[in-house]
């Protein structure tokens, strides 16, 4: 049986934050080899998941050692119909309470859910309840007022094993710092595992965060291109070693991890999504000579898989 992932954060405390349209089924697997905790697919639409309308690629378990599938929607039994419909793909499953995004909210979903507290709470008991699988939540701090006091309580009252908590309000939506004091006030107010998120990019960070302010550490943004940031992380948490590469390491390694993420994409569906090749090629050779040029040609390439790896063998 999978461990949950509570048991996950005590062994490793550095999880990927899910991204839409960067963090696939290819790019998990990937930042698993490099060392990450766990990982969570993107944003899944239960209204969507229950007409049968979304692509199994999305939420997929793929060769993950470990699945995390998220979900977003409003109502708590199209939650629980949603969650047991995945559950070959899922070890846990995650409830997304922070998406800013207006389309997402309309629907009052994401962000829109921490208006009201008891619904979450609602939510997450009625999962608890009815779904074979550990249940987490993602949450901020609020959707303009805050309500995190409110919602972090009803979230743990009814049974989830870990909160992740990004330190903004969604009205914030990515603007400023996150508000690290937000979140260590809910790490002193409650006992379930927990993870601190908002702009965590330098592993001298763990010194500032962890243990203080959390449990465990979810990196997004500065993960984009960069898988090899948990393994970073790592080190320096273990034996506080920082990781310092010369312009040509640095480059070597991209190339090396970049040809690995297309090996795994090529397993799949989402291999078609040209678009997606060529913006994670922009993202992983970001800063590296040359990678101007480099993009231009795989974006000539199109969706020729074999292509795109012979330009980057060269690169
Ligand atoms: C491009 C992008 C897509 C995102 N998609 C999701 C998502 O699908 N589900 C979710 O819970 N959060 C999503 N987020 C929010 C991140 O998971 C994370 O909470 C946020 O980026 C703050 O962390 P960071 O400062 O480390 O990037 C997304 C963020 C970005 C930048």
Same mark, same amino acid.
């Given at each position: ?193 927990? &993870? /601190? !998120?908002?702009? %965590?990019? $330098? ?7 962890? =243990?203080?302010?959390? #449990? ?7 993960? &984009? /291109? !960069?898988?090899? %940031?948990? $393994? ?7 034996? =506080?070693?920082?990781? #310092? ?71």
């Amino acid at each position: 049986m999978a461990k949950r992932p509570s048991q996950l954060l005590k062994e490793n405390p550095f999880v990927l934050a899910p991204m839409d349209d960067v963090t696939d089924i290819a790019f998990r697997e990937l930042a698993e080899e490099c060392g990450v905790s766990y990982s969570t697919c993107e944003l899944t639409s239960v209204d969507a998941l229950v007409r049968d309308k979304v692509k199994h690629d999305r939420y997929a378990r793929g060769k993950l050692k470990f699945s995390s599938v998220q979900l977003f929607g409003s109502k708590p039994e199209v939650f629980v119909e949603a969650a047991n419909k995945v559950l070959e793909d899922a070890d846990s499953i995650d409830v997304n309470f922070g998406c800013p995004s207006a389309c997402v909210n309309a629907n009052d979903a994401g962000a829109m859910l921490l208006k009201d507290p008891k619904n979450v709470g609602e939510i997450i008991s009625k999962l608890v309840k009815h779904v074979d699988r550990p249940i987490t939540a993602k949450i901020r701090l609020g959707y303009k007022k805050t309500t995190y006091r409110e919602v972090a309580r009803e979230v743990e009252d009814a049974g989830a094993d870990v909160l992740a908590v990004h330190g903004r309000t969604a009205e914030q939506k990515y603007s400023g710092f996150a508000n690290w004091d937000s979140i260590r006030e809910i790490y002193e107010n409650t006992q379930i595992p927990f &993870i /601190g !998120n908002g702009d %965590i990019k $330098d592993p001298k960070q763990i010194d500032d965060y962890l =243990g203080t302010h959390c #449990d465990a550490l979810m990196i997004g943004r500065a993960a &984009i /291109g !960069n898988p090899m %940031i948990f $393994d970073d992380f790592s080190r320096y948490h273990k034996r =506080g070693e920082i990781v #310092d590469l010369s312009n040509d390491e640095k480059k070597q390694r991209q190339k090396e991890l970049f040809l690995k993420y297309l090996e795994k994409l090529s397993h799949y569906d989402v291999a078609k999504q040209h678009q997606r090749i060529w913006r994670q090629a922009m993202w992983f050779f970001k800063g590296i000579e040359g990678a101007k040029k480099l993009r231009v040609a795989v974006v000539e390439a199109k969706d020729d898989l074999n292509k795109v790896i012979k330009l980057v063998k060269e690169f």
